[in-house]
Nanobody, 116 residues
Framework: QVQLVESGGGLVQPGGSLSLNCTAS????????MGWYRQPPGKQRELVAI???????SYPDSVKGRFTVSRDNAKNTIYLQMSGLKPEDTAIYYC??????????WGQGTQVTVSS
């Protein structure tokens, strides 16, 4: 079982930046991919960034160019650097991991609020 712990959420003004961390309880090199999802108020959870074991990254158009996901295998940690934040980025952000095809492991979530 893999446990994921997020940190770094908070309140930021529009146009600002924020970084999220996700640390796993086991070596992330054994996971096929890790990613970040978010769930805005009253909406469904959506994928915002994915990084594979080989370092491939992918983003939806809504965050492309503003969000960057990275990983540090030595620290069992992935990061989400967010810039140019908009009010519509307000959501609970979840770290996720998978060993195969399914996203089997989830963090508890961290709140990101973009507001003036």
């Amino acid at each position: 079982q893999v446990q994921l712990v997020e940190s770094g959420g908070g309140l930021v003004q529009p146009g600002g930046s924020l970084s999220l961390n996700c640390t796993a309880s086991t070596g992330i090199f054994s996971l096929s991919a890790m990613g970040w999802y978010r769930q805005p108020p009253g909406k469904q959870r959506e994928l915002v960034a994915i990084i594979t074991s080989g370092g491939y990254t992918s983003y939806p158009d809504s965050v492309k160019g503003r969000f960057t996901v990275s990983r540090d295998n030595a620290k069992n940690t992935i990061y989400l650097q967010m810039s140019g934040l908009k009010p519509e980025d307000t959501a609970i952000y979840y770290c996720a991991a998978r060993a195969g095809v399914e996203w089997n492991y989830w963090g508890q979530g961290t709140q990101v609020t973009v507001s003036s």
